[in-house]
């Protein structure tokens, strides 16, 4: 979100409405990522996303836009399924967005050509998640391989996140590789990582353990120099080495609503779904908030106190209106 956006949205927050907006604009994906949240069995509290309905055509362009005109949201992240399913409504859908005042966000794994003119939109944000070096990857995100993304993103300015897992985490300069590689490219203005949360009853090969997950965010924070590309300051690390201890205390779940891809169930207590393990978030966004949140302006006020009682305000205002 732009700078310029804090005081709209802080406004949004009061009067009880929430500044972003998250949609699963579809239930189709052609990929069977491991560890993928979305498609996981509790990911909407025991309801599967395959047997949700899901819309297409002007359906989903005039269901897209009665959401945004109800919710008003002052950024949308557009995922899946696999956004890209649905690129002829997206073509539609994302002038009328910003036409609207919404920036937007596209969370890819450009497993399709990403239309050429989309270049030319500034308040579009493609983002194309790359699940490490290019044997990791293909294995795992076949078809999107890397092939296909380098010839998709051509002519396209677009951030790479990576989702850091215990393979990656081993310190043998895994993380350095993936950054040197991705940072050569001209396409790619951004790298941003998170770090992979669990799910309370997960019992899984991506889980860090706390060595690993301490191991990685010191590597991390050691290649910035080199990498300028890699986005992670302080405070997002910060956020990641004390994340929050629930929902409730996580700034980025309470102001964000998401909605799975009939645009009615509500996805919860966060983006993830599920029971995430609060204790090992590895949400980027999350550790962001949750570290300006501790911030004490002039030393004395902590901004996760103001925004508790604006939230306070905006639920009653909400209520009694």
């Given at each position: 979100m732009k700078m310029g956006a804090i005081i709209p949205a802080w406004g949004r927050i009061l009067r009880g409405g929430n500044p972003f907006l998250a949609l699963e604009i579809t239930k189709e994906c052609p990929l069977s990522c491991p560890g993928c949240y979305a498609f996981a069995p509790d990911h909407l509290d025991g309801t599967l996303l395959k047997t949700l309905s899901?819309?297409?055509?002007?359906?989903?362009?005039?269901?897209?836009?009665?959401?945004?005109r109800e919710r008003k949201p002052l950024h949308i992240s557009l995922v899946g399924g696999e956004p890209l399913v649905r690129y002829r409504e997206l073509d539609i859908l994302i002038p009328k967005l910003i036409e609207m005042g919404v920036e937007v966000q596209i969370v890819t794994s450009a497993?399709?050509?990403?239309?050429?003119?989309?270049?030319?939109?500034?308040?579009?944000?493609?983002?194309?998640?790359?699940?490490?070096?290019?044997?990791?990857?293909?294995?795992?995100?076949?078809?999107?391989?890397?092939?296909?993304i380098l010839k998709h993103i051509e002519g396209h300015r677009i951030i790479v996140h990576c989702t850091v897992t215990r393979a990656q985490s081993n310190g043998n300069g895994y993380l350095r590789e993936f950054s040197d590689f991705w940072s050569k490219r001209p396409e790619v203005y951004k790298i941003w990582f998170s770090l992979f949360t669990p799910q309370e009853i997960e019992l899984s090969g991506e889980r860090l353990t706390p060595a690993e997950r301490s191991g990685a965010l010191d590597t991390l924070e050691a290649l910035r120099p080199d990498f300028p590309k890699v986005f992670l300051p302080d405070v997002v690390l910060d956020g990641f080495r004390n994340p929050p201890d629930s929902p409730e205390n996580c700034i980025f779940a309470r102001t964000t609503q998401c909605l799975s891809s009939d645009l009615s169930t509500v996805v919860t207590p966060c983006q993830l779904g599920g029971r995430p393990v609060c204790s090992e978030c590895g949400c980027m966004a999350a550790a962001g908030m949750t570290a300006i949140g501790r911030f004490k302006l002039g030393g004395l006020v902590k901004v996760g106190d103001l925004f508790n009682a604006s939230h306070h305000i905006g639920k009653r205002w909400q209520n009694n209106n």
């Open positions: 899901d819309s297409k055509g002007q359906d989903l362009v005039d269901g897209v836009l009665a959401v945004v497993v399709r050509e990403i239309p050429k003119h989309w270049a030319e939109w500034e308040d579009l944000h493609i983002v194309v998640s790359v699940d490490g070096l290019q044997p990791e990857h293909d294995l795992r995100r076949s078809p999107a391989t890397y092939e296909r």
